[in-house]
């Protein structure tokens, strides 16, 4: 199994940035890819930002030029750099890890881009 921590929420004005980091503990060798999802209130999860071993990566349209994902060789730590916040972007992001079929979830941080 594999167990996902997220820090760096928080509070921005529009146009601010912020760094979220997940770390990942446990089974970590067979992972994968690992991802940062967001969902906003009252909508669905969506996919914010994807990558691979291999070390593609895949973005959401939203957030495509202004968000980057990131990750240590060793699977130890997944980020993003989000910057350019919108309002549009506030939500709670959750790191997720895909091994071996299962998908594992952190509890999530909660972003907010007040205008």
């Known amino acids: 199994q594999v167990q996902l921590v997220e820090s760096g929420g928080g509070l921005v004005q529009a146009g601010g940035s912020l760094r979220l980091s997940c770390r990942a503990s446990?089974?970590?060798?067979?992972?994968?890819?690992m991802g940062w999802y967001r969902q906003a209130p009252g909508k669905q999860r969506e996919l914010v930002a994807r990558?691979?071993?291999?070390?593609?990566?895949n973005y959401a349209d939203s957030v495509k030029g202004r968000f980057t994902i990131s990750r240590d060789f060793a699977w130890n730590m997944v980020y993003l750099q989000m910057n350019s916040l919108k309002p549009e972007d506030t939500g709670v992001y959750s790191c997720?890890?895909?091994?071996?079929?299962?998908?594992?979830w952190g509890k999530g941080t909660l972003v907010t881009a007040s205008s």
């Open positions: 997720n890890a895909e091994q071996l079929g299962t998908d594992y």
């Open positions: 990558i691979s071993r291999s070390e593609s990566t």
């Open positions: 446990g089974s970590i060798p067979n992972i994968y890819a």
